[in-house]
């Protein structure tokens, strides 16, 4: 009986928890994304503003999480075939993840931008994976706290990349 009632608790506990959004904060889809920092693998840093007039994505994983160990190589040739019509993704490692020296073989392979620090609304991530997708004028277009497959990215990025960049976007 008291099994149950525990199981029953944190069940309920674990629907509380999806339910919530990704992040608190400014983050709302069809709003103008914060701005933010992230501080790349390589120490250099990017500032999103920086990148109008490119589709962004921002995912944000953990080495111990497993949906994530099958999106990331998801998500990197999905960019080497998108990269020339506007893309830029940013894989973005989460505390508990091994230190950031023992990934850089794992990104020497990948296409995409491994950032190992944000600033901002987007540090208070507390699901992995977590995914925002930023248009070319800087709205957020998709936030959640779920893996993509190969279905989702073409429904929510290819019209996306279709779109002209706004006028005077630089897109670094």
Known sequence: MMITRWWNVMMAAALLWTATPATAGRIVVGQPAPDTELTLLDGSKVALSSLRGRVVLLNFWATWCVPCRVELPLLDQYYRRTEKHGLRVFAITTEGSVPAYRMKPLFAALAITPAKRVKGEYA??????????????????????????LDDLNRLLIPLLKEAPPAGATGG
């Open 124 to 149: 208070n991530v507390r699901a992995v994976p977590t995914n925002y997708i930023i248009d070319r004028a800087g709205i957020v277009r998709y936030a959640a706290a779920r893996a993509f497959d």
